[in-house]
């Protein structure tokens, strides 16, 4: 007696967090549906084919598929031990006592609708809990994805005369845009931008790896076009079919002389000197990860106090209106002159508001970054 009261009470406990899973679960409701509808759709053709047209055989009536789709769902196969009560209580809501060959054969036919009810509910409702599973174990892995992306990215920056500020919004809850900076060996910053080709977990991935070879070589040159070189081997030993590749702005901020040595991978940037004049920041290279020996460029320029540097992916520039057309490099441009007196922040407000205005304020469809390097007076 023992014995069997401990294994009704492991057997209870198990039905009780099953159907506490069950009920919880929303989707349940609809799949459930389904499943009521193809039972009455074979038991309505059943009782066609056995001559049964009226009432007492209408699937519309017959409450005990209620109890073989919830034993099908709790149970699994161990379902077919209900199916004599069913066909006992059937009978005996139907006939009473009563046997007769029309109800014999009716308790027949209606063992069997109901048992291929059950074969097919079982590995449905196992698909389907897998796949309940599936969707929440991926869930629960981009949610961590996300955070861990978030983590990498820096925090606003501000230094000395340096002040240094990013955005970055993803069309899904991870993505392939980034940005990275931070102060080191005590009178230098590096300042970095970057998009990796596609979206979801596997460009999430891709972009730590590259800030973990900014990270490692960030300390051991002071040359963006070596920091180039060794990400590009990084992705070219992982990925050998050159599948993924990633643009790329590249620059190192020499506080003491005001020298600003910097590369660029597929990536222009913008420069604002302090009278409000805008240039674009040139030479480009090709995109990192294409190809094994490409090589890059280091160029120098002196910043003044008053100048920035504006850095952003193509999120910002392939942004589209209405009518399909670009916003472009150019009214980036337009806009770092309007607004050149600005301070960072509000710089960076100005071009995300006057991108999202363009595109009639929807949705983005592309990953969107922007970086903004300011040197105060």
């Not at 660029?264 to 604002?272: F, K, R, V, W, Y």
Request: aromatic fraction near 16%; include cysteine.
């Amino acid at each position: 007696m023992n014995i069997f009261a401990r294994r009704f009470k492991v057997f209870w406990g198990k039905f009780i967090l099953s159907l506490e899973k069950t009920i919880t679960d929303k989707a349940y409701l609809k799949y459930s549906a389904y499943l009521w509808l193809a039972h009455i759709l074979l038991a309505f053709l059943t009782g066609l084919i056995c001559g049964y047209t009226n009432y007492r055989f209408s699937a519309l009536i017959d409450f005990t598929f209620i109890p073989v789709v919830s034993a099908s769902v709790f149970f699994d196969y161990k379902a077919f031990f209900l199916l004599f009560p069913l066909v006992f209580f059937r009978h005996w809501a139907v006939y009473g006592f009563t046997v007769t060959p029309e109800s014999a054969e009716g308790d027949f036919f209606y063992a069997l609708g109901t048992g291929a009810i059950i074969l097919a509910a079982v590995p449905a409702v196992r698909n389907y809990l897998k796949s309940v599973s599936y969707e929440r174990n991926f869930r629960l892995d981009l949610d961590m994805a996300r955070i861990a992306q978030r983590t990498l990215l820096s925090k606003p920056l501000e230094i000395g005369r340096i002040k240094i500020t990013g955005y970055i919004h993803q069309c899904m809850q991870v993505g392939g845009d980034f940005y990275y900076f931070r102060p080191f060996m005590k009178k230098y910053i590096m300042i970095a931008i970057g998009d990796v080709m596609g979206k979801g977990i596997t460009a999430a991935f891709i972009t730590a790896i590259i800030m973990s070879v900014f990270y490692e070589w960030g300390k051991k040159t002071l040359s963006p076009s070596i920091i180039f070189a060794k990400v590009n081997q990084r992705l070219i030993s992982i990925f050998k079919d050159c599948s993924y590749f990633s643009t790329l702005m590249y620059g190192i901020f020499n506080e003491e002389t005001f020298e600003f040595s910097y590369a660029g991978a597929g990536h222009n940037g913008i420069l604002i000197r302090n009278g409000g004049e805008c240039e674009l920041l040139e030479p480009c290279g090709i995109p990192i990860g294409m190809y094994p020996n490409s090589k890059w460029k280091d160029s120098k320029i002196i910043l003044e106090p008053g100048s920035k540097i504006v850095l952003f992916t193509d999120g910002i520039t392939e942004a589209r209106d209405k009518n399909g057309n670009f916003y472009g490099v150019e009214k980036v441009i337009e806009l770092a002159e309007k607004h050149h007196d600005s301070c960072a922040d509000d710089l960076r407000d100005a071009i995300l508001d006057d991108v999202a205005a363009f595109s009639d304020f929807e949705t983005p469809l592309d990953d969107r970054a922007v970086v903004i390097m300011e040197i105060k007076y």
